[in-house]
């Protein structure tokens, strides 16, 4: 069998931050390199680890942001070497103030990039790795072993439900015969 031609993913991108009042700088230089975002989380409080307090501080939040240009399944190692470049800019001291993790949502799966590599973990190139984080199975998203707890919250997983819907809809918009 030969492969066949890939359906373009919803680009999703978190920001995670102890200062929820540089968001929107964050914001917008991500729209400057990734086109409109289509909708917006609440914020989301992060709490189920530590593992960014010592760098960030706390108590830390999350928003979520999904942007209306679809993009290529190949681009995630790409689009995650450019929110590392960002998260640098908005660095003070070598010492990130945002964590941005961008991923791709599909109808029956998402996927988080990470640098981080494990036994779950694709490399996709550029030291970089798709993490299955959530796929989407009886008319949910389901988690899975490995899948960081705060994509389990009920807050998540409804934003990340809603975008699913305006992905399938603008697929079925574009692709239809």
């Known amino acids: 069998m030969r ?6 993913a919803k680009l999703v991108i978190g920001v995670l931050t102890e200062d929820k009042g540089l968001v929107p700088d964050v914001a917008v230089s991500l729209v400057e390199r990734f086109g409109p975002a289509d909708m917006v989380s609440c914020w989301m409080p ?15 939040f999350r928003r ?14 790409d689009i995650k070497g450019r929110t590392n470049a ?19 949502l599909l109808n029956a799966r998402f996927l988080l990039a990470t640098a981080k590599d494990h036994a ?8 970089i790795f798709a ?8 008319g949910a998203f389901r988690p899975l072993p490995w899948t960081f707890p705060d994509y389990t919250e009920p807050l998540m997983i409804d934003f990340l ?3 699913r819907r305006r992905y399938d809809a603008l697929l079925h918009h574009t692709f239809k015969e």
């Open 3 to 8: 492969p066949a031609e890939m359906l373009p």
């Open 46 to 60: 992060f709490s189920d680890t530590s593992y960014y307090e010592a760098e960030m501080g706390g108590p830390l």
């Open 64 to 77: 979520v942001f999904s942007f209306s240009r679809l993009v290529g399944q190949e681009t995630l190692a």
């Open 86 to 104: 960002l998260e640098d800019a908005f660095s003070i001291n070598a010492r990130r103030r945002v964590n941005i993790d961008p991923g791709l």
């Open 120 to 127: 779950h973990r694709v490399c996709i190139g550029k030291g």
């Open 131 to 138: 993490d299955l984080t959530l796929v989407y199975r009886a």
């Open 161 to 163: 439900t809603d975008v």
